[in-house]
């Protein structure tokens, strides 16, 4: 087990005991707040491009066969969802994937399959090479990426040709640069961008 790994057990087990009351009355709030399941699951690609279930707390209506991409202010979004999304707390499910070896706390943002089939085949194999992550350089640059893509008229093309090459290029920078102490300086990072944007 590489230290990597070690790290992420030991922020990940503690974490899932503390946010359990947490997580008990968010899944209430989901619920009540409209008709559907407490968890989203999504295919994404992970490491060495081997797909896995996503795992979040629901913000969207059910059964809704719309775009991939959310826009900020996209019609299909619960009430709670709103609220869920603007703190990242729909996001901590993923802890699970953590825990399950699917992810870690930091590494490229996994992609849906549609996405990932946009990678260049060389830099697809790079940057799959390490585990996919919760966050990373590129959702603490686009931590406002459902409005910037609220504001655009084709938000699709938009995502594609404008900013998917960027995160590419983000999610390049982690893997040549990776290390424990980054990962630790990206968390903090993190949770200040939510708390104090």
């Known amino acids: 087990m590489n230290t990597k790994r070690i790290f992420d057990l030991c922020c990940v087990l503690p974490s899932l005991i503390l946010l359990s009351p947490l997580f008990l009355l968010i899944a209430l709030w989901v619920k009540l707040d409209s008709q559907g399941p407490i968890f989203f699951l999504q295919t994404r690609i992970g490491q060495f491009e081997k797909p896995f279930k996503i795992i ?45 070896g699917e992810m870690s706390l930091v590494g490229p943002r996994p992609e849906v399959p549609e996405y990932v089939a946009y990678y260049p085949d060389a830099l697809k194999e790079y940057v799959l090479s390490v585990p996919v992550g919760i966050t990373d350089y590129a959702s603490i640059e686009f931590h406002n990426e459902s409005e910037l893509l609220a504001a655009s008229k084709q938000p699709e093309i938009s995502y594609i040709e404008n900013i998917l090459p960027l995160k590419l290029a983000y999610h390049q920078k982690y893997v040549k640069e990776q290390s424990l102490y980054l990962d630790i300086v990206l968390i903090f990072k993190t949770l200040k961008r939510i708390f104090f944007k």
Do not use: S, W
């Open 56 to 100: 979040k707390f629901r913000t969207m209506l059910p059964d809704n066969k719309g775009p991939k991409l959310t826009l900020n202010n996209d019609a299909r979004i619960t009430r709670c969802g709103h609220f869920l999304r603007r703190y990242k707390l729909d996001e901590l499910p993923q802890l699970i994937n953590v825990l399950k």
